[in-house]
């Protein structure tokens, strides 16, 4: 118990190291560049052509430095009791009667200021599994810039993409591809 | 990219006799009457190995799509021996009016005579037509084999020849696997894989199967496809800055540039145009999934797809783009020029069948693909050619694991 224990405070350490070099932006804004860039824990300051002030300069693979993402610092909350948002096909529009479920999970974090969420998108199985990552992605992110409304620490969310690839309902009917087009809102701790 | 274009039209011009129209491949007829005779007749195979040089090499210049493969008399003719029942004496020569060569190896097993069949095969279509063969290309492709018990799918990359053979596994990740897409040089082999836990973008190695992680941003990491014309730019589709879009990568520096700002929309699927100039992908900017152009390096950007549901997976190679499109029906595999645009789309598949993920072979002519059937997805190979060879399955995917997302090596 004691060894994630402090794996997870050095790794908070090391993310708030990681943010202290955040550009300020207003981050309200839908995909908004500057409160989103500059995060991210894998960026390489040491490698050849590196500039702070590139937008462009990003997080490459680098094994000492890992990625930052947080399956691989903290712990998931399996018990969390938080419902996925239901999208409709090829859209990721956030449907108004789905929203108080995007209200619990920003609830959650502001209930549990310790904890961390990554918001998974996903699709059905339809349509092209490369253009349902980005899909997927593009829902999960509009879901996260909602709760962000919530003066939520952009730190503590983190988008995931699972495309068609991991369905909630194996089956290949229209309420299976319902229940399929989702986030589903992850806490970790 | 015009070059190849023109040897495809000269070809099919010489071999059609004058019925040849001043357009792209897209309004090339190939017949089977215009096509070279090609006889085997003159060809003694004795021994295991010997009859299977022999297969190889007719099953490889049938599949070539350039001859008529007879026994009687023809324009182009493989006369000589192979003989063996491990080590294979190949003692041949090819000979088309006014030219001939002539082919003397010898191979140390069943295995090496295969490819050297393919070698020979490639070479007859060089010599005889100029254009480059296929006989020695691979795929990869993933295989999916089940789900988990959270719903999440099992994949793994496979290559295999071809035709099929020497079918191996490539990753060890049982992890969702998307878009392989092969180095020019046929070394490595870029994907996504969830093999870590998100998805993340590695590159393998073909040889010794070793992986390297390539990219992993914060969000989504995936698309990775490097420049035909220069193997130090991959193209990329990251969200790091907040939702999907697409960069290029310089590999030495690690430097990105940005192609697209689209905050309200999703990119996907990068395809590099032959002279590494341009980049056709897709964006969803206009309200469902379409294909741009982007020139890399003014990043001026068009449409090319205007009509249907979804225009997606496309791949450029030297005598269009060939894409994924939904008008209503399944899938199909269409082609479009990415000067002339909409009006010049030529369907290769028919209105009912499910085809997707198309990608070139090196003669810029043949398409492989993945088709469903019922519930079963496997590896089929296009002719894009007009009135081409009828699609066929290169090998007997059998069931038990989903065959998707193939890739033809460059």
């Known amino acids: 118990m004691r060894i994630p224990l402090c794996l997870s405070i050095v790794a908070a350490g090391l993310f708030l190291a990681g943010c202290a070099t955040k550009t300020p932006g207003d981050g309200t804004a839908y995909g908004d560049d500057a409160s989103l860039a500059g995060g991210d824990l894998s960026v390489d300051p040491n490698a050849a052509g590196y500039d702070p002030n590139d937008p462009n300069v990003g997080a490459f693979a680098d094994p000492a430095a890992g990625t930052g993402n947080f399956e691989d610092r903290y712990a998931r909350v399996s018990d969390a009791g938080l419902e996925p948002l239901l999208f409709t096909f090829d859209s990721y529009t956030l449907p108004p009667d789905e929203l108080a479920k995007a209200d619990a999970a920003a609830q959650y974090l502001l209930n549990n200021p310790q904890h961390v969420m990554i918001i998974e998108g996903h699709c059905d199985e339809r349509g092209s599994n490369e253009y349902n990552l980005s899909l997927s992605e593009q829902r999960a992110g509009g879901v996260r810039d909602y709760i962000l409304a919530y003066g939520i620490d952009p730190a503590r969310l983190q988008t995931r993409a699972f495309g068609e690839e991991k369905p909630a309902d194996p089956g290949h009917t229209e309420e299976a591809y319902r229940l399929n087009r989702r986030a589903e809102f992850v806490p970790y701790k | ?410």
């Not at chain 2, 480059?132 to 994949?155: C, H, L, N, P, W």
């Not at chain 2, 002339?340 to 009912?352: H, W, Y």
Request: net charge positive; hydrophobic share 35%.
């Open chain 2, 1 to 410: 990219m015009m070059k190849g274009m023109r040897r495809f039209l000269g070809l099919i011009a010489s071999l059609a006799a004058g019925t040849l129209l001043a357009t792209p491949v897209i309004d090339v007829t190939v017949e089977g009457v215009a096509r070279q005779s090609l006889t085997l007749g003159g060809v003694t195979a004795t021994g295991g190995a010997g009859r299977t040089f022999a297969a190889t090499l007719r099953n490889d210049l049938a599949r070539s799509g350039w001859y008529r493969v007879t026994d009687g008399s023809a324009q182009v003719r493989v006369t000589g021996s192979v003989a063996g029942e491990g080590p294979v004496a190949e003692n041949l020569a090819v000979a088309w009016p006014g030219k001939r060569f002539a082919w003397a190896r010898q191979a140390g097993s069943a295995e090496q005579g295969r490819r050297h069949a393919h070698e020979l095969a490639d070479a007859i279509v060089r010599e005889t037509t100029g254009e480059r063969g296929i006989a020695q290309s691979r795929f990869v492709m993933v295989a999916k084999t089940g789900t988990r018990r959270d719903g999440q799918a099992i994949e793994d990359l496979y290559l295999c020849d071809y035709d099929g053979h020497n079918l191996t596994r490539l990753t060890n990740d049982g992890a969702p696997i998307v878009g392989p897409r092969w180095s020019q040089d046929g070394r490595s082999v870029y994907f996504t894989s969830y093999r870590d836990g998100y998805p993340a973008v590695y590159v393998a190695d073909t040889a010794t199967k070793a992986v390297r992680k390539l990219a992993a941003f914060r969000g989504l990491s995936t698309g990775a496809t490097p420049s035909p014309a220069d193997p130090t730019k991959v193209a990329l589709i990251l969200s790091h800055q907040g939702n999907p879009e697409l960069y290029v990568m310089d590999v030495p520096s690690k430097r990105l540039t940005r192609l697209t700002e689209t905050k309200l929309a999703a990119e996907a699927s990068p395809a590099w145009s032959p002279d590494g100039k341009r980049i056709c992908y897709v964006s969803d900017r206009s309200g469902s999934p379409q294909l741009y152009v982007v020139d890399v390096a003014t990043k001026a950007t068009r449409r090319l797809t205007l009509k249907g549901g979804e225009n997606v997976q496309p791949d450029w190679g030297p005598n269009g783009i060939v894409f994924a499109t939904k008008r209503g029906c399944p899938y199909r595999i269409a082609l479009i020029d990415p000067d002339k645009g909409e009006a010049s789309i030529r369907f290769l598949t028919p209105v009912n069948d499910q085809y997707e993920s198309p990608s070139w072979a090196p003669d810029g002519r043949h398409v492989v693909t993945s088709r469903t059937q019922g519930r079963q997805a496997s590896i089929w190979v296009l002719d894009a050619a007009e009135r081409g060879d009828a699609p066929y399955k290169p090998f007997s995917s059998g069931a038990g694991a989903q065959w998707l997302n193939p890739a033809w090596s460059k």
